[in-house]
Structure formats: C-alpha cells, structure tokens
C-alpha cells in the first residue's frame, strides 16, 4: 500500500504527502480548503451494490462519522507542491515511491517539510502549484526496491 499522509497544521494549512511511481509529493493548500469527506450511504443497499457519494463538511463540524476523511475539494490543484523525483535522484524506473514502508518515507515527509519552513513563503502569496526545490543536500537512505542499481542495500541523496 503506498504512503499516503493527509493532515491540517495548527495554521489551517492542509498537507498531503504521497509516495506514488517515482515521486515523492507534499501537497500544501491554503487554510480553508481541507473539509471532511463524508460517505453518503444509502441503508437500503449493499455497499458493493450502491453509487459511492461524498458529502463535504467543515472541519469543525461536530459529531464527524469515524468513517470520514480528510480532503481538498475546491479543485485538484495544491496551492504549493514539493515534488521530490526519484528517477532523476535515485534512478527508479517504475514505481519504487509507491514500495517505500513508512519508516523509510518518513524522514523524506522531515525533509520536504523542513523545505517548506525554511522557503519562509506565505500561501496566501503564492501563485498556483508553484513549485519550490526540496533540499537535497543532506544524506537520506531510501530502499533500492526495483530501480536501476539493482544489488544495493540503499541509495542517498548527497
């Protein structure tokens, strides 16, 4: 199952983290934009049966179903996106991202949101999906998995 991470800062600003193909992404959204998806369920039917509906709520609604989850409805475009392309950094060829464990994918999550603290960008200033460049300076071990260096026991960022 790839890594998948949705969450809003104590700032209101919405995050998604995602390890899919060759890259590694963070999501940011300005504060507003994340509401809670809800499952719109009709009892009558068999869930394998039934049309999947949504209903979308705002984040301080009360009594929220143990079943909703977070999302960023008004378009699918980030306001800002970090986009770390394992192809190019480590040679991956398919989708080595979508094959990291949590553990190998959490000091890649420190990494980008350390980047987007140290940009000192506001959100509410930035242009759509405008992009800023993770740093990549420091050394990350992340698993060969099925990549072009084949035999390695991982590979850095130096």
Known sequence: MPVEVRGVRPDG???????RGTAIRLALYRPGRAVWQIAVRDKAWCPEESLQLWTHHPLGTPDVPTDARLA?????????ELVIDGARVWGWCGHEAGLLRPAAAAPLFDRLMA?????????SDLALSERIQPDLTRE????????????KEGISIS
């Open 115 to 123: 980047t987007v603290a140290r940009s000192g960008l506001a959100l």
């Open 140 to 151: 990350v071990a992340v698993p060969a998995a099925r990549s072009r260096a084949r035999g």
């Open 72 to 80: 960023f409805p008004r378009g699918t475009e980030p306001d800002q």
């Open 13 to 19: 600003v919405g995050l998604l983290f995602r390890c």
